[in-house]
């Protein structure tokens, strides 16, 4: 069997593909699989890296601003699907999987129209537009959050099949994880973060927060910068006396994340589909700052569904500063009952089984 996975764009998009693709060697140990992505997204870099063939497609998407741009994008939404359908016939694949963004858009629209099984899978709780436009096209649309379903037309329903998000077990228990970093039972670990590149207001908000409650003791927190922001907000941790303090670490980067993960009693994040399906894995007790530079606002959406379910805290980055940030994690540092029922209720949204259950319906097409 011969499969080709489209997205880019992004790692939210890629990493899910590389996933599927993983999982489907598994299952089909003879299985055949290639990629199709643009030449500029992160999947250049990521695709090769993980062992599979990139195809590329001239496609752009569009922008949330008037711009000159989108008359190009609009452009290429149409060329790009005669481009890819030479994709398709040079490949011949069985099944085409589309994991979002508009780079998944012209394999997925070309190999619908030339009759072959496709599957798209979307990550955030409100789809993105690719994902409703190649909803009418395709034969199964493969969704994370049953929030998703009314977003949808009605003729699509019978399609969707809520499977979650296909992310890696974490391999840390609680208990081994704060082991391996000397935290005690009785001690509040805060993980904080922006992204690997960082974000401008995510590292002012902690760092603000961290200097108020640095005479706490009772509070460990490690916080990663992003390599963007390193130099400047090394040198203000440096400036509030962070760096001295015992049980605050300023890191560039977090190489051991899904042990972070396993350690952190709070954790101070993005609101990013992969993110959240991690730490809906774990249940964890979550504060999310959403990006406001993202498509459609698509990381607001996903935190908002979590926070009305009691599930997390959600500040736009514009309403947030230090005092708010610190005022709401030395809450939930002394508040037990209240940071575990939250976790709990993050527990409920997670889907550990993702990866099993979107490889199954891809089987299914495939008639296996």
Not at 25 to 49: C, N, Y
Not at 133 to 152: A, G, H, Q
Not at 167 to 196: H, M, Q, W
Not at 310 to 335: Q, T, W
Request: hydrophobic residues 40%; positive net charge; glycine residues 8%.
């Amino acid at each position: 069997m011969r499969y080709l996975l489209c997205g880019g764009g992004t790692g939210g998009h890629i990493n899910p593909a590389i996933a599927i693709a993983h999982g489907i060697e598994k299952v089909d140990t003879e299985a055949v699989i290639e990629f199709a992505g643009t030449s500029r997204g992160m999947e250049t870099r990521l695709v090769p890296a993980a062992g599979y063939k990139l195809n590329t497609v001239d496609v752009y998407g569009f922008r949330r601003s008037l711009s000159p741009k989108n008359i190009k994008a609009l452009v290429k939404a149409f060329t790009s699907v005669k481009e890819a359908k030479k994709i398709i016939k040079g490949f011949n694949p069985d099944i085409v999987i589309g994991t979002g963004g508009y780079a998944s858009w012209p394999c997925v629209k070309a190999a619908a129209k030339l009759g072959v099984k496709t599957l798209i899978q979307e990550q955030n709780a409100f789809p993105g537009v690719t994902t409703k436009k190649l909803s009418k096209y395709v034969d199964t649309v493969c969704i994370s959050f049953d929030e998703s379903r009314p977003r949808f037309e009605d003729s699509v329903q019978n399609k969707l099949v809520l499977t979650g998000n296909p992310v890696k077990e974490n391999p840390f228990t609680r208990e081994e994880a704060r082991g391996k970093l000397g935290i005690a039972d009785d001690e509040i670990y805060v993980l904080s973060c922006g992204g690997s590149l960082g974000a401008e207001k995510v590292n002012e908000y902690c760092l603000d927060a961290m200097e108020i409650y640095k005479d706490n003791a009772k509070i460990k927190q490690i916080h990663s910068v992003g390599k963007i922001g390193w130099e400047e907000f090394s040198e203000v941790a440096k400036k509030k006396g962070l760096d001295k303090r015992e049980g605050f670490m300023i890191r560039e980067y977090i190489y051991d994340m899904p042990l972070q993960q396993a350690a952190a009693d709070i954790v101070i994040s993005r609101a990013g589909a992969m993110t959240y399906s991690e730490l809906a894995c774990l249940g964890r007790a979550v504060i999310f700052i959403p990006s406001p530079n993202v498509a459609e606002d698509h990381q607001y959406k996903n935190a908002v569904v979590l926070k009305d379910a009691g599930a997390a805290v959600v500040f736009r980055e514009s309403e947030l500063d230090g005092k708010k940030l610190a005022s709401c994690i030395l809450d939930l540092a002394e508040d037990g009952a209240k940071r575990n029922a939250m976790a709990e209720k993050m527990r409920s949204f997670g889907k550990p089984d993702a990866l099993d259950k979107i490889v199954c319906e891809v089987m299914k097409l495939a008639g296996k």
